[in-house]
């Protein structure tokens, strides 16, 4: 069984080039997450497109300029950017201040081992092309906070930034908001999904494995394929995650099961059996 992960605010693999710093929260062959801390003169990636697979972005402090094709997009934090294969695209900062975001490649295709030779001033290439300038295609999706399509599940809500058609079927992506005293779901595992977690506001209690932590913000959980997994918010005030699930589709039973949950309690026993058999969600043997 694979091995589960849990890093804190500020842990990671670190590397740092100029005004940068890259925390590498996971690199696995279908997924890397990379934190960056960038300062108001980081000029970022320029026009370039990746042949196989799909590069996204979630800003969580201060400003960046994104542009998809020709045109140009402002970012703040809560904005997500999603690039699907063969897409230009580039990004830099404003100039104005420092910013912090989350940078997702699925599958990997070689960026976590291209950054690392970048810090150290080695050579290194991977799934990308530079091309001559802004230019089309540029098709993608950039959400602002708040934008997506949003299921609610009794105390919880998730606005899917990136769902299976607009990634090429590689991730999915939800932000998601829980109520002070939400238990969270029983405890589970997946056969093929990664489920992973990204804590941007408040304590998240997360188990994953045999461990059991108080997450805060900076916070980031993994669960591979058949890793047992639940979390709940035993918090006084909303927790706020980022859900990263790798193969994407992770949006088709949230809305499932969004449809077969009434607002004022659980769902029919008999109903939600037929939801999760529906889906890739798979409960310890009881005893």
Request: with cysteine.
């Amino acid at each position: 069984m694979e091995t589960a992960i849990i890093i804190g605010p500020g842990e990671g693999e670190r590397l740092e080039s100029e005004d940068r710093v890259y925390l590498v929260k996971v690199a696995r062959p279908e997924l890397s997450l990379i934190e960056y801390d960038t300062g108001p003169t980081y000029t970022g990636a320029s026009p370039h497109f990746h042949e196989h697979h799909t590069d996204a972005f979630f800003l969580l402090e201060g400003e960046l300029e994104f542009t998809l094709g020709r045109e140009t997009h402002p970012g703040r934090a809560g904005t997500a950017v999603v690039v699907p294969p063969g897409n230009v695209h580039a990004f830099t900062s404003t100039g104005r201040s420092r910013a912090r975001f989350l940078n997702i490649h699925a599958p990997d295709s070689g960026f976590a081992d291209f950054l690392r030779a970048r810090t150290q001033s080695r050579d290194a290439s991977f799934d990308s092309v530079d091309v001559d300038g802004p230019q089309e295609p540029g098709e993608g999706a950039v959400l602002g906070p708040g934008e997506g399509t949003t299921y609610a599940v009794g105390t919880a809500t998730s606005v899917f930034k990136a769902m299976r058609e607009s990634t090429a079927g590689s991730f999915s992506l939800a932000e998601v908001t829980i109520r002070p005293g939400t238990s969270g779901p029983p405890l589970h595992s997946h056969r093929e999904l990664l489920d992973s977690f990204y804590v941007f506001e408040g304590v998240l209690t997360v188990q994953i494995g045999d461990d059991e932590v108080e997450a805060p913000a900076g916070t980031y959980a993994c669960a591979p394929p058949g890793v047992l997994h639940t979390f709940a918010n035993r918090s006084d005030e909303p927790v706020r995650f980022l859900n990263l699930n790798t193969p994407g589709g992770w949006e088709d039973y949230i809305r499932d099961l969004a449809a077969v949950t009434p607002a004022d309690g659980p769902p029919d026993p008999r109903v939600m059996g037929e939801v999760l058999a529906r889906h890739d969600v798979v409960f310890p043997p009881a005893g």
